[in-house]
């Protein structure tokens, strides 16, 4: 089962799998890969994709083509999975069989041959737009799920301290702006809706009958669909346009293929933009503060 194990994929998550209980989860793999596949039925069908946590392999049940995805078992791997199965296959990639002790999700296949980022980029944001729309379901009754207004909480009570840790990049006005912007939202009504906390462009794919685009991935809150605004901009890397205008026509075109109202959609982006920028500026991102840098100048350009 070695040769499932997509080259590059230890040296990749190197730098994540630093304790022991990481150590002993990669180092067998292989063992978990050849139980899991024979305890589900399933026969490898293709090569191996690997991401950041873990290992996507294609296989077959029958005639039904599906994907089995390892990750180690963490809380949030357990998380994720009760969020596939509460989306229920609703602009989300959906689950048929999960093993939270070892690891693995069984999932419908995508066409993975295509990706959201290999569109135009007004059909990129409109797209993903409409998917927001889509994933903004009622969650299930007693669900744990982080909620996005604590976001906006924690983020106002630190916002301060946080930008002097980091030599104050975001000037006074600013700072101000985004307070402006936390208080905005915190005094609002919050939809209290199924939230996909990750989603960007590169994990959205098609059906593969052609059908709908549909996410992979997902890190579930609960609360406000508009949270996810900011990501849609500054995920398109260097498609983000130089002209503020511009900036601001992508962010107005999200919220109204979404449904949002557009002061609802520019808060957000202040707030996410800023907590982005700051966590970034603090373990040693580079483009990705300066891409919020810009989308937070730019929304506030009038």
Same mark, same amino acid.
């Given at each position: 089962?070695?040769? =499932? ?14 304790? %022991? !209980? !990481? ?29 950041? %946590? ?9 005639d ?19 969020a ?8 989300m ?14 999932? +419908?296949?995508?066409?993975? !041959?295509?990706? =959201? ?14 998917? =927001?729309r ?9 669900? /744990? ?10 983020? !106002?009570?630190?916002?301060?301290? /946080? ?8 000037d006074? *006005? ?5 307070? /402006?912007?936390?208080?905005?939202l ?15 462009? %590169? ?28 990501? =849609?901009?500054? *995920?398109? %890397? ?24 557009? +002061?609802?959609? /520019? ?36």
């Amino acid at each position: 089962m070695n040769d =499932l194990i997509p080259d590059g994929f230890g040296e990749h998550v190197r730098w994540q799998y630093v304790d %022991e !209980s !990481s150590r002993t989860w990669f180092e067998d793999l292989p063992e978990t890969i050849e139980a899991v596949l024979a305890d589900w039925g399933l026969v490898v069908d293709g090569s191996s994709r690997f991401g950041a %946590e873990g290992i996507a392999v294609p296989v077959r049940r029958g005639d039904e083509a599906l994907v089995v995805k390892f990750q180690q078992a963490t809380p949030e791997f357990a998380q994720q999975a009760q969020a596939l199965d509460d989306w229920d296959g609703r602009g989300m990639v959906r689950l048929h069989e999960a093993d939270l002790v070892r690891g693995a999700l069984l999932l +419908e296949r995508l066409d993975a !041959s295509l990706h =959201l980022t290999d569109e135009p980029i007004e059909v990129a944001l409109a797209e993903a737009a409409a998917l =927001l729309r889509r994933e903004a379901v009622e969650p299930v009754a007693g669900h /744990r799920y982080p909620l996005t207004r604590d976001l906006v909480t924690d983020l !106002s009570r630190e916002l301060d301290e /946080r930008n002097e840790a980091v030599a104050r990049p975001i000037d006074e *006005s600013t700072v101000a702006a985004i307070r /402006r912007a936390c208080d905005w939202l915190l005094e609002g009504d919050d939809p209290g809706l199924m939230v996909n906390a990750d989603l960007h462009h %590169e994990q959205v794919m098609p059906r593969m009958d052609g059908g709908e685009w549909t996410a992979v991935d997902p890190r579930p809150m609960v609360g406000d669909p508009a949270h996810q605004c900011p990501q =849609l901009l500054w *995920s398109l %890397e260097d498609r983000l346009p130089t002209d503020s205008s511009e900036i601001r026509q992508n962010l107005a075109l999200v919220a109204a293929h979404a449904g949002f109202e557009p +002061e609802r959609a /520019r808060s957000w982006t202040l707030v996410r933009g800023a907590d982005y920028w700051l966590w970034g500026l603090a373990n040693g991102l580079t483009w990705d503060p300066e891409r919020c840098r810009r989308i937070i100048a730019a929304v506030l350009e009038r």
